[in-house]
């Protein structure tokens, strides 16, 4: 899960090593149950739409260097992120194979898509 790790360092949950190796990490997903301290694998943003969703909403207020905004869409099958000076970061939806895939897995793809993309321009 190492896809999890990479969207929780890119949402600012903070991790620390365990004692055994593994990493934990502080979030606040669930507001209502306050902070919560996780390990790696009982992250569930490939899995809940509770977790995934306010990646999404983090990435649509996530700017480049000029100010502008990201665009992270989610259509009737279909998945993009679009960069504002008008590079298609992600696109998922017109392959045979991505109409069989659930939504909640374009979705996912498409953050991890924009995230290993994101850091490295930063």
């Given at each position: 899960?190492?896809?999890?790790?990479?969207?929780?360092?890119f949402?600012?949950?903070?991790?620390?090593?365990?004692?055994?190796?593994?990493?934990?990490?502080?979030?606040?997903?669930?507001e209502?149950?306050?902070?919560?301290?996780?390990?790696?694998?009982e992250?569930y943003?490939?899995?809940?739409?509770?977790w995934?969703?306010?990646?999404?909403?983090k990435?649509?207020?996530?700017t480049?260097?000029?100010?502008?905004?990201m665009?992270?869409?989610?259509?009737?099958?279909?998945?993009?992120?679009?960069?504002?000076?008008?590079?298609?970061?992600?696109?998922s939806g017109?392959?045979?194979?991505?109409?069989?895939e659930?939504?909640?897995?374009?979705?996912?793809?498409?953050?991890?898509?924009?995230i290993?993309?994101?850091?490295?321009?930063?």
């Open positions: 899960m190492k896809e999890n790790k990479l969207i929780a360092e949402m600012g949950m903070a991790n620390e090593r365990h004692s055994d190796g593994r990493y934990l990490f502080t979030t606040d997903i669930d209502l149950k306050g902070a919560d301290t996780r390990f790696g694998e992250l943003f490939h899995v809940s739409w509770d995934l969703m306010p990646v999404v909403e990435i649509n207020n996530t480049d260097e000029f100010g502008s905004e665009d992270f869409q989610i259509g009737n099958g279909f998945v993009w992120v679009d960069h504002p000076i008008g590079n298609r970061i992600y696109f017109n392959e045979i194979d991505h109409k069989k659930p939504m909640i897995d374009k979705v996912y793809k498409a953050v991890v898509e924009f290993q993309w994101y850091n490295q321009k930063n």
